[in-house]
C-alpha cells in the first residue's frame, strides 16, 4: 500500500468516526437542553410561588378582600405584580390564572393559619415532549395579616379641567 491510499483510507474512517459521535452526543445534547429547560420553568414556578406566597400571608381575608387578594396572588405568580400593567407579558409561557390554586389553612377556630399556593394543571413543553405539573411546585407560608383591615378598591381620581 502507497502512503497515498493509507492516507484516503485515514480520511474515510474519521468521516465515519465523526458520524458514529454525532449520533451518540446530538441526543444527549438536545437531552441536556430539554432538561434545563424544564428546570428553568419549574425554578421560575418555584420562586414566583414563594413571592406570592409571602404576598398573600400579610393581607388580610376579611370580606371581599380575600377573591381581590386571590387575584393578586394569581398575578404575582403569572406576571409578578400584584397589579400588572395592561400589556403586561406573563414570566413563563401559557401560565394562566386557572392553573394557579390558593387555599387558606384554618385554624380551629375558622381563623386563617396558613397559605398555600400551587400549581395544578399546567403543561410544560419542552423541546420533544410535554408533562404536565400536578400539586408541585408549591409554597406554604404562615398567614399574619390577623390584624389587618381590608382597604377598598380606590377608584383613579378624577381629572379637572382647566
Do not use: W
Not at 400588572?84 to 385554624?107: N, S
Amino acid at each position: 500500500m502507497t502512503g497515498r491510499q493509507l492516507k484516503k483510507r485515514q480520511r474515510g474512517s474519521a468521516l465515519l468516526e465523526a458520524g458514529l459521535s454525532l449520533l451518540i452526543l446530538v441526543p444527549i445534547l438536545t437531552g441536556v437542553i430539554q432538561v434545563g429547560y424544564a428546570f428553568r420553568v419549574y425554578s421560575r414556578l418555584d420562586s414566583a410561588l414563594r413571592d406570592a406566597a409571602r404576598y398573600a400571608s400579610r393581607r388580610s381575608l376579611e370580606g371581599d378582600c380575600a377573591e381581590r387578594t386571590r387575584g393578586e396572588i394569581q398575578n404575582i405568580v403569572i406576571y409578578g405584580d400584584p397589579k400588572p400593567p395592561a400589556p403586561a407579558v406573563p414570566q413563563v409561557a401559557g401560565l394562566r390564572p386557572a392553573h394557579i390554586q390558593v387555599d387558606y389553612e384554618m385554624d380551629g377556630q375558622g381563623r386563617p393559619a396558613g397559605i398555600l399556593v400551587r400549581i395544578s394543571g399546567y403543561e410544560v413543553d419542552s423541546l420533544f415532549s410535554r408533562f404536565t405539573l400536578q400539586g408541585r411546585p408549591l409554597a406554604a407560608a404562615p398567614y399574619l395579616g390577623a390584624g389587618l383591615a381590608c382597604r377598598p378598591e380606590q377608584a383613579p381620581a378624577a381629572r379637572r379641567a382647566p
